[in-house]
Nanobody
């Protein structure tokens, strides 16, 4: 059984920063691609960022490119999302997930394990 636990969400003013963490267990962490997604009220879950098994390759949605950084520490079974220059439109529940198959790392259906989510609220 794979478990993912996100933390680090909260309320922040526009322009501020937050760092999300996602601790995983139950699977060889260093062998899986990890992703961050988010879901705002009334909207579909959307891709934010993904990182390769070693951490050497990353990919971002255009809406967060240059502001967010995904990283991982395989020794700690943890993936991070550093979020800078936050905007009110970044407000959402943020989820980390384990990619389990399929083509395309931006598609939520290709991620088979999910955390419970952490709320990020950015005030204007």
């Amino acid at each position: 059984q794979v478990q993912l636990v996100e933390s680090g969400g909260g309320l922040v003013q526009a322009g501020g920063s937050l760092r999300l963490s996602c601790l995983t267990s139950g699977r060889a962490f260093g062998t899986v691609i990890m992703g961050w997604f988010r879901q705002a009220p009334g909207k579909d879950r959307e891709f934010v960022a993904t990182i390769s098994q070693s951490g050497g390759r990353t990919f971002y949605d255009d809406s967060v490119k240059g502001r967010f950084t995904i990283s991982r520490d395989n020794a700690k079974n943890t993936v991070y999302l550093q979020m800078n220059s936050l905007k009110p439109e970044d407000t959402a529940v943020y989820y980390c997930a384990v990619q389990t198959g399929g083509e395309g790392y931006t598609l939520a259906r290709n991620y088979g394990y999910w955390g419970q989510g952490t709320q990020v609220t950015v005030s204007s």
